[in-house]
């Protein structure tokens, strides 16, 4: 195990101190051979022993000067040159606490400074070069987004790659929002999925499509869907574009309308023939109403029969939903042991809960969860959970004073089990990563038994990883770490269960940057060397092993 800096150096006045007591030991040892008198043997005993107290104390006070004054700050340097070489951070450095290092403070300030300029003029320049680039991609997501079937790309792994609003409003549910790298049958029933996509590979052409149809899971809705293997797919064999259309109601009405012929023959056959009962044209008046009834009822539930020159009014339009998508993903892999993965083949749910005080265990309760996902390495900003808490319980008005959250807020809110269980369902496969991570997770443990669910994501705390990156001596609060990195958060947001869960996720991507720039890049090393801080914060990954 490699030492820090500060070990090495109080292990460099160790050796010093037990050198000279080594050195006194040995002047005793040859004093006594030499001198007869044993009054003046303790004497001189009682001078060393004298001396190595003096001895041991002035070199205990150089070494915490030498500490303070050296070992730290340049601790303090290295660390704070990591985030501006690995985390952009482009705030400049405090030469003040590196005083005493000559010009080392100075010359790494410099230098830094330098690269945050180049770095910039470079960051210019590529964005002068892609803004044409980047407004297309615009355009074309916004054309994309809201196209008339749901259109989905995964992995032959059926992982989601990309989908577009239309699939986020047809697969969602309020506890399962669509979510990249998540798998497909989270949303859909995977019988007749798997057949088409087995009937793709066999068949072995990019020009192959096949048409099925499909169910959503605990759903009575029937979809439409027509699959082809991707032409590009980044090296992913076996990946898939796939569009879905809702039948359900055109289903539903092509049964009604078959029902309504069903008894026009009926009737029709039982009028005509002889000895009838009913009046043929009486017959015939009574189906058309019945039929005009069915085809106003049609129209009104598709609200899609325009006639040309028609316009849709405004109040009709959906709100247009954004493209989410990350094609990295179609060549990642998916390590069978978490703790061997690289930290970027993990996916994150970076989350902060606010609450009616700090006490779980004396009846305090969560008012507020949030969270956002990162996959890849990258925060995916149409990917959120936010979500007001009935804690059964009043908000003291100490607490709504810091997050804001009042007791008319969460009157119709769903209670905490319903809240638990939906967010367990949104982190269910990732990291769950926090800033003071016990905190949060207790609420989430003590209700484990009465949703039938337990957390067993590994988790990540914050806390620790800034006292690996910057030093336990560190201030660690989430408002030192923003600061720190360079982190920019509106002050409206600031307590808020979003806003921190946000905060936390941008300093968690810096943090996550700055380790692998010390050679700590899979899940493994992190957690060992977070562990070494286990004095900060209580470990939650005891069953995680390394």
């Known amino acids: 195990m490699k030492l820090s800096l500060r070990i090495r150096i109080l292990l460099f006045f160790a050796a010093i101190a037990l050198g000279v007591i080594a050195m006194i030991a040995v002047g005793l040892w040859l004093a006594r051979a030499l001198i007869v008198d044993a009054a003046a043997f303790d004497a001189f005993i009682q001078g060393a022993i004298l001396a190595v107290v003096g001895v041991c104390l002035l070199v205990g006070v150089i070494a915490y000067l030498f500490d303070a004054h050296v070992a730290r700050p340049i601790e303090a340097i290295a660390s704070a040159m990591r985030a501006r070489v690995h985390a952009d951070v482009a705030k400049a450095m405090d030469a003040e606490q590196a005083r005493y290092l000559g010009d080392l403070a100075a010359a790494a300030c410099a230098t830094t400074a330098q690269l945050v300029e180049g770095r910039g003029a470079l960051a210019e320049s590529i964005a002068r070069e892609t803004t044409r680039l980047s407004a297309d991609k615009s355009r074309l997501e916004h054309l994309l987004a809201d196209v008339p079937p749901a259109v989905l790309l995964c992995t032959g792994r059926h992982r989601l790659v990309f989908y577009?609003?239309?699939?986020?409003?047809?697969?969602?549910?309020?506890?399962?929002?669509?979510?990249?790298?998540?798998?497909?049958?989270?949303?859909?029933?995977?019988?007749?999925?798997?057949?088409?996509?087995?009937?793709l590979l066999e068949a072995g052409s990019p020009e192959a499509v096949v048409e099925f149809v499909c169910s959503p899971l605990m759903s009575t809705r029937r979809f439409s869907g027509r699959m082809r293997l991707a032409a590009d797919n980044g090296g992913a064999e076996g990946a898939y574009v796939m569009t879905l259309r809702d039948m359900t109601a055109e289903l539903t009405a092509f049964a009604r309308r078959d029902a309504l012929l069903e008894e026009v023959f009926a009737r029709t056959r039982a009028a005509a023939l002889p000895g009838g009962l009913e009046d043929v044209n009486s017959v015939l008046d009574e189906l058309e109403a019945k039929y005009e009834k069915l085809h106003a009822d049609d129209d009104t539930a598709f609200a899609t029969r325009l006639k040309p020159g028609d316009i849709v009014p405004a109040g009709r339009q959906e709100p247009l939903h954004s493209v989410v998508y990350d094609f990295d993903l179609l060549a990642r892999s998916h390590p069978d042991r978490i703790t061997r993965a690289h930290l970027d083949e993990l996916a994150y749910v970076v989350f902060d809960t606010e609450t009616t005080g700090l006490l779980p265990?004396?009846?305090?309760?969560?008012?507020?969860?949030?969270?956002?996902?990162?996959?890849?390495?990258?925060?995916?900003?149409?990917?959120?959970?936010?979500?007001?808490?009935?804690?059964?319980?009043?908000?003291?008005?100490?607490?709504?004073?810091?997050?804001?959250?009042?007791?008319?807020?969460?009157?119709?809110?769903?209670?905490?089990?319903?809240?638990?269980?939906?967010?367990?369902?949104?982190?269910?496969?990732?990291?769950?990563?926090?800033?003071?991570?016990?905190?949060?997770?207790?609420?989430?443990?003590?209700?484990?038994?009465?949703?039938?669910?337990?957390?067993?994501?590994?988790?990540?705390?914050?806390?620790?990883?800034?006292?690996?990156?910057?030093?336990?001596?560190?201030?660690?609060?989430?408002?030192?770490?923003?600061?720190?990195?360079?982190?920019?958060?509106?002050?409206?947001?600031?307590?808020?269960?979003?806003?921190?869960?946000?905060?936390?996720?941008?300093?968690f991507l810096k943090l996550k940057t700055i380790l692998a720039g010390k050679g700590l890049e899979r899940f493994e090393d992190v957690l060992t060397e977070v562990r070494r801080h286990g004095r900060l914060v209580k470990d939650l990954n005891a069953k995680v092993a390394v």
């Open 164 to 199: 577009n609003g239309v699939a986020q409003r047809l697969l969602a549910d309020p506890g399962q929002p669509v979510c990249l790298d998540r798998s497909l049958f989270d949303y859909l029933d995977d019988g007749a999925v798997r057949s088409a996509h087995r009937q």
């Open 361 to 507: 265990d004396q009846g305090d309760e969560v008012v507020q969860i949030a969270a956002v996902r990162i996959v890849a390495g990258k925060r995916v900003r149409g990917e959120a959970f936010d979500l007001l808490v009935n804690p059964g319980r009043p908000i003291p008005p100490g607490s709504t004073a810091i997050h804001g959250v009042t007791d008319d807020m969460v009157a119709g809110a769903p209670r905490i089990l319903e809240a638990v269980e939906r967010f367990h369902r949104f982190a269910e496969g990732a990291v769950l990563v926090a800033h003071n991570a016990p905190f949060d997770m207790e609420f989430l443990y003590r209700r484990e038994k009465q949703i039938g669910k337990s957390f067993v994501n590994p988790v990540l705390d914050t806390v620790s990883l800034s006292a690996v990156v910057f030093g336990p001596w560190e201030e660690h609060s989430l408002d030192a770490l923003t600061g720190r990195l360079g982190v920019d958060l509106p002050e409206d947001l600031r307590h808020t269960a979003l806003g921190d869960a946000v905060a936390t996720a941008e300093v």
